[in-house]
């Protein structure tokens, strides 16, 4: 069985500085991750994925986030907020197990202070 | 591509009315899911079609949800009667399943929907 665990609902950052969102997945197979963002009443958009080619994925708006296969990890990362990124984030992974359909995190809120 | 289409963007309706969510996926994708969105539950999946047969449909809450999928082109989800605990925002999305590299999913705009 595959799960994925957002280890904070919530993250507030002054602009400016680093973001770091913390994701955890499990998985029996070699998985595919995504990270998808939603603006307030807005749709669901893809931030970036990995499908296991480079480790480290670069995405849009200056967003990255790292695979480590030893920590099951993939964290979300931005060297500098901005007030365009408060939003929600959403950590999601696929794989032979879920017959490649999205098994989704409970999303953590970005929170950015002026 | 213009992306995924729904309509209506916004749907409000009284209780014990029929409501039909419209959704016309990517084209060349092969699956459509249909999510809904709450504030309590978060983002559920509710169907998803593979080549527009229903694959899992364990999400939808009762039978007065029904969806469809009639050609490659477009779905249908409808409740009758609604009740003003389906006021939620609707997500289709779509995607080309079938490898890792390939099934992302891109999602429509979303339908609120306000059963009063």
């Known amino acids: 069985a595959q799960s994925v665990t957002q280890l904070d609902s919530h993250v507030s950052v002054s602009e400016g500085t680093p973001v770091l969102l913390r994701c955890n997945y499990s998985s029996s197979y070699s998985p595919s991750l995504f990270w998808y963002v939603q603006h307030p009443n807005k749709g669901l958009q893809l931030l970036l994925k990995?499908?296991?080619?480079a480790t480290l994925v670069k995405g849009i708006n200056g967003f990255e986030a790292e695979f480590k296969k030893s920590e099951t990890s993939f964290h979300l990362t931005k060297p500098s907020a901005h007030m365009s990124d408060a939003a929600e984030y959403f950590c999601?992974?696929?794989?032979?197990?879920?017959?490649?359909?999205?098994?989704w995190g409970a999303g953590t809120k970005l929170i950015i202070k002026p | 591509d213009a992306g995924v289409i729904q309509s209506p963007r916004h749907e409000v309706t009284e209780m014990g009315q029929e409501v039909t969510l419209r959704c016309k996926p990517i084209s060349g994708h092969n699956s459509l899911f249909w999510y809904r969105q709450t504030m309590m539950r978060g983002l559920e999946l509710l169907i998803y079609?593979?080549?527009?047969?229903?694959?899992?449909d364990s999400g939808m809450p009762e039978d007065r949800f029904s969806a469809k999928m009639p050609n490659a082109s477009f779905s249908t989800l409808k409740i009758q009667p609604s009740e003003p605990r389906d006021s939620a925002v609707y997500f289709c999305?779509?995607?080309?399943?079938?490898?890792?590299?390939?099934?992302?999913?891109?999602f429509g705009p979303g339908t609120r929907l306000t059963v009063l």
């Open positions: 999601v992974v696929s794989n032979m197990d879920s017959n490649y359909q999205l098994i």
């Open positions: 990995y499908t296991s080619a």
């Open positions: 999305a779509s995607s080309l399943m079938g490898t890792p590299s390939y099934n992302e999913q891109f």
């Open positions: 079609f593979n080549n527009n047969v229903p694959i899992d």
